[in-house]
């Protein structure tokens, strides 16, 4: 059995061992740490399965490491345990590590929950219950074979093949816990690389097409947690492949779905908007890795949705062919709808997205037209802090194969966003707050609130948003009160 000891340095695994040794339990790690450290990923996420209690063996745990940082420390140190005992489980966060601990255990389901019936078991009863092989790998913590890898099923060798397999018969683990045929997805996605790409093996596709169905047991935040991790990998669109291909992205997003496919009318087609959406998707990544230390999955999500109205906005006319007129206002309206159905929040992040999905052929609009100074000032008006997204979002939407054509269009929108800097710069849109309220105006006149009101505000946001006249009060006051008294308001004295 080969020894793996090099991957446990970290002195926790050592006290673990320590305590294991002294009151006769048998340890191990589990689970991602042991799949991240044979990718080379550093994890500080620790799990440790004991044969015997995991709450007790963690509570010895912190015991000891208390008298340990007494003893460097001089000082009382209480290590905080969380302990779950409905699930035999409990956590520590101890110098950065999270610490889960559990009991062995087995497991058997009912058909209407995903919440398992748990019983004591062996570490083989434990990894057999695991969701795939690679994540049922083990190192022993025990002190006669301290680093030894436990690894039953092959995980190892299916790690270095880059497969997806389940320990078991697939259908029982899919049909038990239909979260799993989520993770087999996330797993082949955000573990391929361009070196290895990920697959899932046959029979567990043919047996997650035979358990879709069971994905009803799901909670829709469940559902939308997998997909926001999907969508926060370098590339995403192998997440919504793979779902579509195993026959469970119709149940999750059929909106998405329904942009599958080309039409064609007098030998006239237009493009798979599904697999035009997954190219923006991937671009969009790619276009944030670039500039961007972390991901805005609400920015992914804008991508993924941004088409997502052409499927009831596609019409044929004979003179020009396939039109998707105005679909970026039916897909703005989706969003809300979208996001309810996937219990996803229904508060300024949906908003942002509804914004990004209904501006994003904004952009696209001025350059292929003269770039004004007051076409440039609403699209600020409309974007607010959000331009720069939606100009990597408009980016990432350049997905012709025509290479002169994508060169123009990436220039000229580099074209517009100077112009947006030198505008922002001048006239202080982004932000843009009206130098005329409603309360200067009744105070100004004597009025009551009245549609009036409304009209003189926009009347002097236009003004400046046109370049009329500049965006300060002394201006947008002369041409209000020129514009009120052509209304018959007088100011009082």
């Not at 030998?267 to 697999?275: P, T």
């Not at 790619?286 to 997502?308: F, G, I, K, Q, Y």
């Not at 009025?447 to 009060?473: H, Q, S, W």
Request: net charge negative; hydrophobic share 40%; with cysteine.
């Amino acid at each position: 059995m080969d020894n793996y000891a090099k991957y446990l340095k970290n002195p926790v695994f050592g006290i673990f061992s320590e305590v294991a040794e002294q009151y006769g339990f048998k340890a191990f790690v589990i689970g991602g740490y042991v799949r991240d450290c044979f990718l080379g990923r550093s994890s500080d996420d620790i799990d440790v399965v004991v044969e015997g209690s995991g709450v007790d063996f963690a509570n010895k745990v912190a015991a000891r490491l208390e008298e340990i940082e007494y003893s460097q420390h001089r000082t009382c140190h209480k290590i905080n345990v969380s302990e779950f005992k409905t699930y035999g489980t409990a956590m520590i966060k101890y110098r950065g590590l999270e610490l889960e601990f559990v009991g062995a255990r087995k497991e058997s389901y009912r058909k209407e929950s995903r919440n398992p019936i748990v019983e004591n078991g062996s570490l083989t009863d434990d990894q057999l219950r695991r969701d795939f092989t690679i994540n049922a790998m083990a190192f022993s913590l025990c002190k006669e074979d301290f680093g030894a890898l436990v690894d039953p099923f092959g995980g190892l060798s299916d790690l270095e093949r880059g497969i997806i397999r389940t320990p078991q018969d697939p259908d029982i683990t899919f049909s038990d816990d239909p979260l799993r045929m989520l993770r087999a997805v996330r797993f082949a996605t955000k573990l391929s690389t361009p070196q290895l790409q990920f697959r899932i093996t046959p029979e567990c596709m043919e047996a997650m097409r035979r358990n879709r169905n069971r994905l009803q047991i799901l909670t829709r935040e469940r559902i939308a947690e997998e997909l926001n991790k999907m969508l926060v990998v370098p590339k995403p669109s192998k997440a919504f492949r793979l779902m579509d291909e195993a026959g469970l992205l119709d149940l999750i997003l059929p909106s998405l779905t329904a942009l599958k496919g080309v039409n064609v009318m007098d030998g006239k087609g237009h493009k798979d908007n599904f697999d035009h959406t997954l190219q923006v998707l991937d671009n969009v990544a790619e276009l944030e890795m670039e500039s961007r230390p972390e991901p805005n999955v609400w920015l992914r999500w804008a991508a993924l949705l941004h088409d997502v109205g052409k499927a009831r906005t596609r019409r044929y006319d004979p003179s020009v062919g396939w039109t998707f007129h105005g679909h970026e206002v039916v897909g703005g309206r989706m969003v809300p709808k979208i996001f309810a159905s996937l219990k996803l929040p229904q508060n300024e992040k949906m908003d942002y997205v509804r914004k990004l999905v209904e501006l994003h052929l904004r952009p696209i609009a001025l350059v292929t037209e003269e770039v004004t100074d007051s076409a440039v000032r609403r699209l600020l008006f409309e974007a607010g802090d959000d331009i720069d997204d939606l100009m990597i979002l408009c980016h990432g939407d350049i997905t012709s194969k025509n290479l002169r054509k994508v060169e123009r269009l990436h220039a000229n929108f580099e074209l517009v966003q100077r112009k947006l800097v030198e505008v922002e710069e001048k006239d202080a849109i982004r932000n843009f707050k009206n130098p005329i309220d409603g309360d200067y105006i009744m105070k100004l006149f004597g009025i009551e609130p009245c549609r009036t009101i409304g009209e003189l505000k926009e009347y002097v946001k236009e003004a400046i948003l046109n370049g009329d006249i500049p965006n300060e009060f002394e201006a947008a006051d002369a041409l209000m009160r020129g514009r009120a008294a052509e209304l018959g308001l007088v100011p009082r004295e």
